[in-house]
């Protein structure tokens, strides 16, 4: 039985802001009809590389590499970290070579998104550098274009790049709309490539 397609949000979220962002986009994957499946990794230490147990204490589980490997699509999360992404979420990439040298991810869609503790902390250039092994997967980046109206009329996160967020406690209603266009965008690229191949 062949497995449903899905769209895989895969983040890191140290103080939940990114996972506030993973939900929305995910909502909007599902508003276009494709299953959104939510993921993260787990922490690690950068001293000694160990990573923490196996299943979470509480919220999405981790994601395995059939996960990734499976998606029709990737949306990839991650908070700030001097502009660069976070690393639990770049030791995970690192470990996809073997995806590469089967070429699983070639021609799936993929978008990035992020968040930062202020308005200039890095965000473009985090969003930026988390493209970077999604090239070199082979897959085709998706931004959000400047037909989404909350673009041009938020006053805190959102990039044409992907989706942002400036930390607070909630997402802003043009944060939440723009994350939303971005899983619907990626939904629709994604089903319309998979009936190409049909």
């Known amino acids: 039985m062949t497995e449903k397609p899905y769209i895989l949000v895969l983040y890191y979220s140290r103080n939940g802001h990114v996972k506030m962002l993973a939900e929305q986009i995910a909502n909007g994957v599902e508003a276009a009809g494709l299953e959104a499946r939510l993921r993260t990794v787990p922490g690690i230490s950068t001293v000694c590389e160990a990573t923490e147990d196996e299943i979470p204490k509480s919220g999405d589980i981790y994601c395995s590499e059939e996960d990734l ?23 995970f990439i690192d470990g996809t070579a073997g995806l590469w040298l089967s070429g699983a991810l070639i021609d799936k869609p993929a978008g990035v998104f992020t968040s930062s503790s202020s308005l200039h902390g890095g965000q473009e250039s985090t969003l930026l550098s988390m493209m970077i092994p999604l090239l070199h997967q082979g897959m085709i980046l998706a931004g959000i274009p400047y037909s989404e109206a909350a673009l041009s009329s938020t006053s805190r996160g959102g990039t044409p790049y992907g989706s942002s967020h ?7 209603e043009d944060e939440i709309k723009i994350c939303r266009a971005q899983g619907n965008r990626l939904a629709i690229l994604a089903s319309r490539l998979l009936a190409k191949k049909t």
């Open 69 to 91: 490997s499976n998606c029709s699509g990737l949306l990839l999360g991650s908070p700030t970290r001097f502009g660069n992404i976070a690393a639990p979420l770049k030791y």
């Open 166 to 172: 400036v930390e607070s406690e909630a997402l802003s």
